[in-house]
């Protein structure tokens, strides 16, 4: 990464990435940033991220702010396009070039939430982490998208993983409460966060359950495996972060 940024100004074509609230979630918006970038370290183009004051720019920051830009500098361009995430849907892929560590740091709002959602966090660690859907979102139905998003998963499969590494220390993540408490009652040494549960692609999503969303997902990227139950981009992306185990198993 630190050869393209040395060699970025002397990029004559620029592609500017802009994702707005509603595009998706933490790993839509991730994903398709990785992919325009890469896409842009392949052939010698500038790159910019399009700055929409959204509660994931601000606590999932560039470590290279040259590759930040605000809407009045677009004008000043030359030779440049602009790519939204609808562009790529179905087109999506996860072998990119950098680890997203080395492109991507958390703000110190995020890492001292820590404590605040999960107290006792251990040293070492692994994730299990189900997305339910959309459909399963505790929230008003009115500004959900997608209202019968459901992600398939095993029940079997689950339990299976957690009885297998019942000797270490898991965080189990699901976007559901309900779920999570479930979890926890059938298996006390689990450990689950306290933290608001919100969707950050939706518009009645609250400051704190952004940052605590966030704060989870930064929790994942720090994980010595991750389990994926159901599909998601959430835990695929924070697996990119440090190029964590992760393992996949949808029924």
Do not use: W
Not at 120 to 129: A, K, L, Q
Not at 156 to 176: A, P, Q, R, V
Request: one cysteine or more.
């Amino acid at each position: 990464m630190e050869k393209y940024i040395t060699n970025y100004k002397n990029f004559h074509e620029t592609v500017v990435y802009d994702f707005k609230l509603g595009n998706g979630g933490i790993g839509d918006y991730l994903k398709f940033f990785m992919i325009i970038l890469s896409d842009c370290v392949n052939n010698n183009k500038k790159f910019y991220n399009k700055i929409n004051d959204l509660e994931i720019q601000k606590y999932i920051k560039l470590k290279y702010d040259v590759l930040n830009i605000r809407n009045e500098q677009i004008s000043k361009l030359n030779n440049f396009i602009i790519r939204k995430p609808n562009q790529y849907y179905g087109k999506s892929h996860f072998n990119y070039k950098f680890n997203l560590d080395e492109i991507f740091i958390f703000d110190n709002k995020i890492k001292k939430n820590v404590k605040n959602i999960l107290p006792n966090i251990p040293t070492n660690y692994i994730s299990i982490h189900l997305r339910l859907g959309d459909r399963y979102l505790e929230t008003d139905k009115k500004f959900v998208f997608v209202k019968n998003d459901e992600r398939k998963f095993s029940e079997n499969k689950l339990y299976k993983f957690i009885e297998e590494n019942i000797n270490k220390n898991i965080i189990f993540f699901c976007d559901n409460k309900q779920k999570k408490l479930k979890i926890k009652e059938k298996y006390k040494n689990i450990l689950i966060t306290n933290s608001k549960i919100g969707h950050t692609s939706l518009s009645n999503t609250t400051s704190k359950q952004f940052i605590d969303s966030i704060t989870e997902f930064y929790i994942l990227t720090n994980s010595q495996l991750i389990y994926a139950a159901s599909k998601s981009g959430f835990s695929k992306l924070a697996s990119k972060f440090k190029n964590v185990e992760y393992i996949e198993f949808i029924e």
